[in-house]
């Protein structure tokens, strides 16, 4: 049964000249599970806000969209409240009270219940989600998971035929953003909700849609199954990025494509790679050992608490750092992995342990040395356009030349043309490029970077990431701390491990991911444990793999 | 309406000058009359809020700015007697209109109060730093408002003012007396922090009054927020004087 | 103690306040004062075995100390002179009155430390949704941000402190302004992040129709017998006052400072009416000291 159409939906933002959707056409069925891809400024998050009409942006809009039948606008507008749900990109934004109850309760006080009813439908709710332990906390105390989970209850007690979530995991770390996906499946698969998102995070998510929307240029490129669109994008120059790895692997080590056979997860692949015989080529075999050059950074014996009586976020942490390396940290929530590049920016200052630089003991580090670019970069900025920003910092370093090595790096990171524009304007990763510069004026010698690839797009995470590349090639040592396996499989020379405020291991990124068993790349866990040669990213399997035949 | 309104601010204003020289009238039940007075010149704006409808994206900056102005004190934990919470209601009541400047002042003050823990004070504070915000909003047009001299006037006098007001909560409650002598020395126990008030008033409407006044303009603007009837309030008591 | 007096119903809970302030500063009488001085520290201990009102101790004591001392050179009427301070006559009068003065203040702020463990922020925007349902809306929003925009406030500071942006840094001056700069980052950033809160709102229905309130609190026999009880106390207080009881006259004759006749019977109702939250929480109390010993 038809539920959701677009008809001939065209829109143009105000002084905008070209249009940001052209006649888009689309029919969701009941129950359907879409999802909308494209590369930023598709349209797809415009038209997901179209639909729901009370937050529509404005401007110049076409055509129509009909619900169960009728146009969106000859329904009242508090039915279209209830029974289209949205839920949005930042988990904190979302919550308009200070507890959980009050929040879960908000939606259901707009429509006019009763309080006993609210109570029955908040007690079925808290039930389902399993948060009963939730309830009367503050908000503030919550996870950024926790709060998406919430934001997704809160709209789910309006008891919403159709579920819109505009890129919803983008805030979240991996493994919230599978749980949050995870339940989403539940909703589809047990109470048939029809739900169409918006989200660059593929890699789980083509198994559980059965519908993919590709937007290009504001048009409708493909619609149509998951398997499908993957064979179409393979070829496709940005989009591929977007590609599930189990998927991209098939796609490279295939002659014969058949759709069906497409794996979309680790599973699939893996019986997929049981027919195949793959040997290591010979000259890959001496890998190479990168040499160690001498540690410009060492940390002996780093312990760090808030106060007295808060129990120690870092305890008897040692690191040693190599020049021109690029360093990974990773490891769970709350390990202290952002209190660690804090003490070493010097924003904060540890209670014990040494710290040598070049060999060095010191206090701290000199802040001409050390740059930090903060996981949010709007809050780097002060001035109203990003040039005065430059300028500011040249002078308060009372830098020479200021104006031609900003020029530089405008050219370098090709933002240029943005340098006279407000920085909460800019996109996402052109906001973090422009912090990055804002860093790299007083040319620092080490780089400490704070969860870089958050809410980026995948063609943006490999911009920055070669851009990072570029910088570590002319000399820059990068400490990084992620979430993001995936990147750091590809880019670090070495990773670390933080647990319980120590480092436990560090090691060369691919050794790093072939001895966990776990906390690994979906290529390794396709790969680990069978008869193939394993290996931890695509690029290394080309390196490495001789393919002798398909059995 | 217009008129309504007109008519409200004239009596509002007229009883906010007789509250504020009032200890200059003796009088027997000056305590409850007080309390009276300050009431009626303060329920008429918040009940006639409480009946508008406003944007829900109105609703939600009223409330953050509210929150920027009541949390603004803790980067300054450092530098005792630096209370910058006025300067926050003033530019966004110059900027936004006479309606949000009241609610963003009553609302700053119920909300750290709320945090801090309510007191005899909390409804003079709420009284002052609504009213704080209403007249800078009404005198936004007027040169008052839009010279930077004229907004550091204003902030000096105001910062005395919110003194005199948030005082009364002793006087009337707790001495009941009038009596010149002691309301003087009451007074001048608090000189200081007044004058710490209305200096740093000036400092920051000084440096930062235009940035802060083209931030919230260019907001406003950008999503076309409170598009008329406050600006429309505002021309008309310029108009008016 | 799930049935002690916070688990009144907040409008009985109001009325209780309303009348007790409004009987604290009418009965300007030394021995009312002083009863209900010490049933409000005895409330006190009930509620948190005194741990707030100990925090104020110190301003409470210099406060009254001050007002007992300058109020007797200040209020110079009167007709019984005790001694001179250098040729000031201090009179018994202005000392009766600063001392009430006295008590006057530490009732009110130990009133108020009471109010602010009954009147929790949740009861207290109950009772504003009652009548104000905008404004309790906007408190809670704007509650809802306090703690964002604190921790907010902080990233902005430690990014900045590596600008050189920092309130610990330079003079007084320097500091002051680089204070303004982390708020006025905080402003651009928070009024930008607003909107979407605004329409998440909007998006969960808000605006279109009318509103319910969930009720937390609802209205029981006891809230109902507890508010008839209040209220006739209450009244009885107000009357007395109204009678010129339990009012030390001053002027022109110094009125005797010890009770006579009816006095004694408002007092007794005054010391009813201040005494419910000892009542009711006693009795918990006891029964818990009960339970405990039987089981």
């Known amino acids: 049964m038809e539920i959701l159409s677009a008809h001939d939906v065209s829109f143009t933002y105000p002084e905008s000249s070209t249009t940001a959707l052209k006649k888009i056409n689309v029919n969701i069925q009941k129950g359907d599970f879409v999802v909308l891809i494209g590369a930023s400024g598709s349209g797809k998050s415009t038209l997901l806000r179209l639909i729901k009409q009370d937050i529509a942006p404005h401007g110049k809009k076409h055509g129509s969209f009909c619900f169960q039948g009728k146009q969106l606008e000859e329904h009242a507008p508090l039915t279209m409240a209830k029974e289209i749900g949205m839920v949005f990109q930042d988990p904190e934004n979302q919550i308009a009270m200070d507890n959980v109850m009050e929040e879960l309760l908000f939606g259901l006080e707009n429509l006019g219940y009763s309080t006993v009813e609210m109570r029955k439908k908040v007690a079925e709710m808290v039930h389902f989600f399993g948060i009963n332990h939730l309830l009367n906390q503050k908000v503030s105390e919550l996870s950024g998971g926790q709060k998406q989970l919430i934001n997704l209850a809160s709209v789910l007690l309006l008891e919403p035929t159709v579920l819109l979530l505009d890129e919803p995991t983008a805030q979240l770390d991996p493994i919230a953003a599978k749980e949050f996906l995870y339940t989403l499946q539940r909703l589809n698969d047990e109470f048939g909700i029809t739900i169409v998102i918006v989200e660059h995070r593929l890699e789980d998510l083509f198994a559980i849609a059965n519908r993919v929307i590709m937007l290009e240029k504001g048009r409708i490129l493909y619609d149509t199954a998951p398997r499908k669109i993957i064979y179409e994008l393979m070829s496709h120059e940005t989009m591929r990025l977007f590609l599930p790895s189990p998927s991209l692997l098939y796609l490279n080590y295939t002659e014969r494509l058949h759709i069906g ?277 695509l690029e290394e399997a080309r390196q490495k793999w001789h393919i002798i035949r398909d059995s | 309406m217009a008129h309504n309104k007109g008519l409200l601010i004239g009596i509002s204003i007229f009883l906010l000058v007789i509250l504020v020289s009032f200890p200059l009238l003796n009088n027997q039940h000056y305590m409850l009359l007080s309390f009276i007075i300050m009431l009626a010149s303060f329920l008429p704006f918040m009940i006639r809020f409480s009946r508008r409808k406003i944007l829900t994206r109105e609703l939600v900056v009223l409330a953050i700015l509210a929150a920027i102005a009541a949390v603004s004190r803790v980067p300054f934990s450092s530098l005792p007697s630096v209370q910058p919470t006025t300067f926050v209601i003033i530019v966004a009541a110059v900027t936004l209109g006479p309606q949000s400047g009241f609610v963003i002042g009553t609302l700053a003050a119920m909300v750290s109060n709320l945090f801090l823990g309510q007191g005899p004070w909390t409804p003079w504070q709420m009284y002052a730093w609504g009213m704080i915000g209403l007249m800078a909003g009404l005198l936004g047009k007027t040169w008052l408002m839009q010279s930077k001299l004229g907004r550091c006037i204003y902030g000096f006098v105001v910062g005395f003012l919110f003194g005199w007001i948030m005082n009364f909560w002793f006087i009337v409650g707790v001495m009941q007396e009038i009596n010149w002598q002691a309301i003087l020395l009451y007074y001048s126990g608090s000189f200081y922090f007044d004058l710490a008030h209305a200096l740093s008033n000036v400092f920051f409407l000084f440096l930062f009054s235009k940035s802060w006044m083209n931030i919230i303009q260019r907001f406003k603007v950008k999503y076309g927020l409170f598009p008329t009837s406050d600006t429309e309030a505002q021309y008309s008591f310029k108009k008016f004087l | 103690m799930v049935r002690g007096f916070k688990s009144f119903h907040p409008i009985v809970l109001l009325v209780y306040y309303i009348f007790l302030i409004a009987g604290l500063m009418l009965y300007q009488h030394p021995v009312f004062l002083f009863v209900a001085g010490c049933f409000v520290t005895l409330i006190n201990l009930l509620l948190d075995g005194g741990k707030q009102i100990k925090k104020w101790g110190l301003m409470i004591f210099i406060m009254c100390i001050f007002s007992i001392i300058l109020t007797p050179l200040f209020n110079q009427r009167g007709n019984q002179i005790l001694f001179y301070v250098f040729n000031n006559q201090v009179m018994l009068e202005g000392i009766i009155q600063g001392v009430m003065i006295a008590f006057t203040l530490f009732g009110i702020i130990a009133i108020f430390i009471t109010f602010n463990m009954v009147i929790t922020p949740e009861k207290f925007l109950f009772l504003f949704s009652k009548w104000f349902p905008q404004w309790a809306l906007l408190i809670m929003l704007s509650m809802r941000f306090v703690p964002l925009l604190r921790r907010r406030l902080k990233e902005i500071q430690e990014v900045q402190q590596l600008k050189g942006v920092s309130v610990k840094n330079g003079n007084i001056k320097q500091r002051a302004k680089n204070g303004m700069l982390i708020i006025q980052i905080l402003l651009t950033w928070s009024l930008e992040e607003s909107i979407q809160t605004g329409d998440s709102m909007t998006a969960r229905g808000y605006g279109f129709g009318k509103r319910s309130k969930y009720q937390p609190f609802y209205m029981r026999k006891r809230d109902l017998v507890a508010l008839g009880y209040i209220v006739c106390t209450g009244l009885t207080v107000l009357f007395g006052w109204w009678l010129g009881d339990g009012v030390l006259t001053l002027l022109p004759i110094l009125e005797p400072v010890w009770l006579q006749g009816r006095e004694w019977f408002y007092l007794a109702v005054w010391l009813l009416f201040i005494g419910f939250p000892i009542w009711t929480e006693g009795k918990e109390r006891l029964k818990w000291r009960y339970f405990r010993r039987t089981t």
């Open chain 1, 261 to 537: 056979d497409i794996p979309l997860t680790a599973n699939e692949a893996r019986s997929w790679l049981q027919k195949k015989r793959i040997t290591s080529k010979e000259s890959s075999e001496a890998l190479s050992s990168s040499k160690m050059t001498k540690p410009i950074l060492e940390l002996k014996e780093i312990d760090f608490q808030y106060t007295k009586s808060s129990p120690p976020i870092l305890h008897n942490l040692s690191l040693s750092v190599h020049n021109g390396e690029w360093l990974a940290i990773v490891g769970a929530n709350g390990t202290g992995k952002t209190t660690l590049l804090k003490i070493l920016g010097g924003i904060l200052k540890a209670q014990h342990g040494t710290i040598k630089y070049c060999g060095k003991k010191v206090k701290h580090i000199d802040p001409k040395k050390i740059g930090y670019l903060p996981q949010n970069p709007k809050l780097f900025f002060m001035q109203d356009t990003i040039k005065k920003e430059f300028l500011y910092i040249a002078n308060y370093h009372r830098l020479e030349n200021a104006d031609v090595r900003i020029e530089f790096l405008l050219d370098k990171f090709q933002i240029h043309h943005l340098q006279d524009r407000h920085p909460y304007d800019l996109s996402g990763g052109e906001m973090q490029k422009a912090a990055l510069i804002g860093v790299l004026l007083v040319k620092p010698s080490i780089l400490l970077i704070d969860e870089p690839t958050k809410g980026l797009d995948p063609k943006a995470k490999e911009i920055f990431g070669e851009l990072l590349l570029t910088l570590k090639k002319e000399g820059l040592t990068i400490i990084m701390v992620t979430h993001d396996i995936e990147f750091a499989a590809k880019y670090a020379t070495r990773c670390s491990m933080l647990f319980q405020g120590e480092i436990t291991v560090t090691e060369n990124t691919s050794l790093f991911f072939q001895e966990n068993n776990y906390y690994t790349t979906v290529m390794n866990r396709i790969t680990r444990n069978s008869h193939i040669p394993p290996v931890v990213t």
